[in-house]
């Protein structure tokens, strides 16, 4: 397990953006695909965005495509998340995620590591 701990969540308008990070303890950082995950009260944990090991290719979910931005920075073991266009159904609280294997799988399942979580709140 890879100790990763998140930052930048708050409370933000309708139409607002927030930038998301996460801080990652570890040596081997580059060897992981990175992504996001969020869970809104009631529900269950939801894909978001993932990043490949070199930070060229990615892929959303649907729900997010066009509003969010993944990136990484494998220098400073950190990964971002860019959010705009912020809209109430985004509130929840948004987890960081670690794992080996191909991008092409991580949105099929909750293996690797995970950070606390950071809260999101989009009000009207």
């Known amino acids: 397990q890879v100790p990763l701990v998140e930052s930048g969540g708050g409370l933000v308008k309708v139409g607002g953006s927030l930038r998301l990070s996460c801080a990652a303890s570890t040596r081997t950082f580059s060897s992981y695909v990175a992504g996001w995950f969020r869970q809104a009260p009631g529900k269950g944990r939801e894909f978001l965005a993932g990043i490949e090991r070199n930070g060229i290719s990615t892929t959303y979910a649907d729900s997010v495509a066009g509003r969010f931005t993944i990136s990484r920075d494998n220098a400073e073991n950190a990964v971002y998340l860019q959010m705009n266009s912020l809209k109430p159904e985004d509130t929840a609280v948004y987890y960081c995620?670690?794992?080996?294997?191909?991008?092409?799988?991580?949105?099929?399942?909750?293996?690797?590591?995970w950070g606390q979580g950071t809260q999101v709140t989009v009000s009207t």
């Open positions: 995620n670690l794992r080996f294997g191909p991008l092409s799988t991580m949105g099929l399942s909750e293996a690797g590591s």
